[in-house]
């Protein structure tokens, strides 16, 4: 069925006037999309953009204050230790590197169960048959050259949960860069 539904869309798209530039298969291997939003757009600084992107993880996986604390605190540790306040990224920041970090973390009680859910998210985010790789890349996002395309991303193979979370993630970036003059906020 699903092969069905994709030979309808291509001969759809076939007839359809519009024809795009470049494809990618988020998530799968064919033609694979790469965006690390750990790393800040142009423009913000990287504390800025930490505040304004722990947010946008916290409503897209449903988590509250807490698990907010604990990512925020594990993201800035790593903009720290890879350079990105000074300036100089000598390290990428993946969320496998947050990972690490929030595991190493001995909390308790309250804390204890913000660390388990922070930790929960984190696992969808490093998940290797998901947004794992996606979100994972050791380079910046180039989104210049997505901006001047017709670009299909084909969010297909994600969960909702993290076809919301990449949306919004996208968004955000685009209209946080100094370029931006789109978004006023």
């Not at 024809?19 to 990618?24: A, K, N, P, S, V």
């Not at 142009?42 to 800025?48: A, C, F, L, N, Q």
């Not at 017709?150 to 193979?157: G, I, K, R, T, Y």
Request: glycine share 8%; aromatic share 10%; with cysteine.
């Amino acid at each position: 069925m699903h092969s069905a539904g994709r030979a309808s869309h291509i001969r759809i798209a076939g007839r359809n006037p519009f024809t795009w530039e470049l494809g990618y298969t988020v998530g799968r291997g064919e033609a694979p999309f790469g965006f690390n939003p750990l790393f800040p757009p142009p423009g913000p600084s990287p504390g800025e953009w930490l505040v304004k992107f722990v947010d946008a993880l916290k409503q897209a996986y449903f988590v509250g204050e807490g698990v907010e604390y604990v990512l925020r605190r594990a993201i800035d540790e790593v903009y720290e230790t890879c350079g990105l306040y000074a300036g100089r990224v000598h390290d990428a920041p993946t969320f496998h590197y947050v990972r690490a970090l929030v595991v190493r973390e001995r909390l308790q009680e309250r804390t204890g169960l913000w660390q388990a859910s922070a930790l929960r998210v984190l696992e969808r985010l490093c998940f290797p048959h998901g947004l794992g790789p996606v979100v994972n890349t050791p380079s910046p996002w180039q989104h210049e050259r997505l901006l001047r395309s017709a670009v299909v991303l084909e969010l297909d193979s994600l969960s909702d949960t993290d076809k919301a979370f990449l949306t919004e993630a996208r968004i955000l970036f685009l209209c946080r860069t100094s370029a931006c003059t789109v978004c006023s906020r």
